[in-house]
């Protein structure tokens, strides 16, 4: 067996003008989510198909989202598979 040979070690890169920016607006984009989150925490009703309920608008909000998306994901790869 050989000697393990020490390797050099670089300093880290600046961060790039590209990444800072990337970064901040990350930053802004929770502080509106959390904001928006925040005020938005009032009860609503809401009418299923056999009945209702009621849930903070946020919930709601959120739900919607995410079924939207996971909607548009299936339907993007149905499309994909077509071409």
Same mark, same amino acid.
């Given at each position: ?7 050099? *070690? ?7 003008? *590209?990444?800072r920016?990337?970064?901040?607006? $990350?930053?802004?984009l ?7 989150a ?18 903070? $608008? ?7 989202? $995410? ?10 790869? *149905?499309?994909?598979? *077509?071409?």
């Amino acid at each position: 067996m050989h000697a393990p040979e020490q390797e050099r *070690r670089e300093p880290p890169a600046a961060r790039t003008r *590209r990444e800072r920016l990337r970064s901040a607006s $990350l930053v802004a984009l929770v502080i509106v989510v959390t904001v928006f989150a925040v005020l938005n925490v009032d009860e609503v009703k809401v009418h299923w198909i056999v009945g209702s309920g009621h849930a903070p $608008l946020i919930i709601v909000i959120v739900v919607s989202l $995410l079924i939207g998306a996971v909607l548009s994901y299936f339907a993007d790869r *149905r499309a994909g598979k *077509r071409r």
